[in-house]
């Protein structure tokens, strides 16, 4: 055995380790304590980082909902078609209620993958909104547009109406969803600007009626004026139903422009409503009202997307005022 010289330092044993390089089957309190392991390490240092493989998939959906906005605006414009090949069938304007619709499926779901996947962004904000500027705003003016123009047009609906009609009515109506586009596209630019964060606290009212809100009336009545005149009264269609009952999409086209630029307040559905838990019999009403909805799904879905419209002018009117604070001596 070599000698030790004074001067060789000597050093204890780690604890958990034998003096022959062996453990012997005690844990090292010490690194594990300053050392995270498995998986809630991993996910605890990802905390407020992007989740590599999973950032793609807001922006995913938000490009859903842009080519289902694209896919609208193409159906609506084979309205006038004699009998062209559509999904399941269906007349064009059903399907681009449907693919309205649709876009507000993955429109409500962009944002909460951005924050479940701690990639939120000012890109992602603004490509969202240009998306909904062509689902919720031009797909749903030109569906109006097209309906209108089936029984107010010239040559069995092909002629689309526009602002070269001789027509008053026709100039009108393409006035109004021009105006729509324009309220739509100033709607969700003061979203942005006025959007403190992309926290769910921060997204519980709405200051003016929300574009897929309003999108979804129009799309919601179009089918429901396509589910009374194509299926429900095809054999004894009332006569002149069909034209009478297109009068009034313009005009509810035009209130909810109105009330996308209005200072009125919305409630974020999904965030007030849906999220967290629900008593027992606050379950027992969403059942009823799905029920309702799978029995009668046109009527229920205009009905659902109009009074949800017209919750802004009416809680503005039983909502209490501030009292007026008395002017300084």
């Given at each position: 055995?070599?000698?030790?010289?004074?001067?060789?330092?000597?050093?204890?044993?780690?604890?958990?380790?034998?003096?022959?390089?062996?453990?012997?089957?005690?844990?090292?309190?010490?690194?594990?304590?300053?050392?995270?392991?498995?998986?809630?390490?991993?996910?605890?240092?990802?905390?407020?980082?992007?989740?590599?493989?999973?950032?793609?998939?807001?922006?995913?959906?938000?490009?859903?909902?842009?080519?289902?906005?694209?896919?609208?605006?193409?159906?609506?414009?084979?309205?006038?078609?004699?009998?062209?090949?559509?999904?399941?069938?269906?007349?064009?304007?059903?399907?681009?209620?449907?693919?309205?619709?649709?876009?507000?499926?993955?429109?409500?779901?962009?944002?909460?993958?951005?924050?479940?996947?701690?990639?939120?962004?000012?890109?992602?904000?603004?490509?969202?909104?240009?998306?909904?500027?062509?689902?919720?705003?031009?797909?749903?003016?030109?569906?109006?547009?097209?309906?209108?123009?089936?029984?107010?047009?010239?040559?069995?609906?092909?002629?689309?109406?526009?602002?070269?009609?001789?027509?008053?009515?026709?100039?009108?109506?393409?006035?109004?969803?021009?105006?729509?586009?324009?309220?739509?596209?100033l709607r969700l630019a003061r979203?942005?600007?006025?959007?403190?964060?992309?926290?769910?606290?921060?997204?519980?009212?709405?200051?003016?009626?929300?574009?897929?809100?309003?999108?979804?009336?129009?799309?919601?009545?179009?089918?429901?004026?396509?589910?009374?005149?194509?299926?429900?009264?095809?054999?004894?269609?009332?006569?002149?139903?069909?034209?009478?009952?297109?009068?009034?999409?313009?005009?509810?086209?035009?209130?909810?422009?109105?009330?996308?630029?209005?200072?009125?307040?919305?409630?974020?559905?999904?965030?007030?409503?849906?999220?967290?838990?629900?008593?027992?019999?606050?379950?027992?009403?969403?059942?009823?009202?799905?029920?309702?909805?799978?029995?009668?799904?046109?009527?229920?879905?205009?009905?659902?997307?109009?009074?949800?419209?017209?919750s802004g002018p009416i809680g503005?009117m039983f909502r209490r005022r501030?009292?007026?604070?008395?002017?300084?001596?």
């Open positions: 055995m070599k000698p030790r010289r004074p001067n060789d330092a000597v050093t204890e044993p780690k604890p958990g380790t034998r003096t022959d390089g062996r453990s012997d089957g005690t844990m090292d309190l010490t690194q594990s304590a300053d050392r995270p392991r498995g998986m809630r390490g991993r996910l605890r240092r990802r905390k407020g980082r992007p989740i590599p493989g999973l950032k793609v998939l807001p922006t995913m959906m938000t490009m859903a909902n842009l080519v289902c906005g694209f896919a609208a605006i193409y159906y609506s414009a084979r309205a006038g078609e004699g009998g062209g090949l559509t999904p399941f069938g269906w007349h064009p304007l059903t399907v681009a209620g449907v693919l309205v619709f649709l876009g507000m499926a993955f429109d409500a779901v962009d944002g909460s993958l951005a924050r479940l996947t701690h990639s939120t962004s000012d890109l992602g904000a603004q490509l969202d909104s240009l998306a909904d500027v062509v689902t919720f705003g031009v797909a749903p003016a030109f569906m109006m547009l097209r309906l209108v123009s089936l029984y107010y047009g010239s040559g069995e609906g092909e002629t689309i109406l526009g602002p070269d009609t001789g027509n008053l009515y026709p100039r009108l109506c393409w006035s109004i969803a021009a105006i729509y586009i324009c309220c739509t596209a979203f942005n600007v006025e959007t403190a964060s992309a926290s769910e606290d921060d997204h519980l009212w709405f200051k003016g009626l929300p574009s897929p809100g309003a999108g979804g009336a129009v799309a919601s009545l179009t089918l429901l004026h396509q589910h009374l005149v194509l299926v429900t009264w095809k054999a004894e269609l009332p006569a002149g139903f069909g034209s009478t009952s297109s009068l009034f999409i313009p005009a509810a086209t035009l209130l909810c422009a109105f009330a996308m630029v209005s200072p009125m307040r919305y409630p974020h559905f999904v965030n007030r409503y849906l999220k967290g838990r629900k008593s027992l019999p606050a379950m027992a009403s969403m059942l009823v009202v799905v029920a309702i909805g799978v029995w009668w799904f046109h009527e229920a879905l205009a009905i659902g997307m109009t009074g949800y419209a017209l503005s501030p009292p007026a604070t008395p002017d300084a001596a």
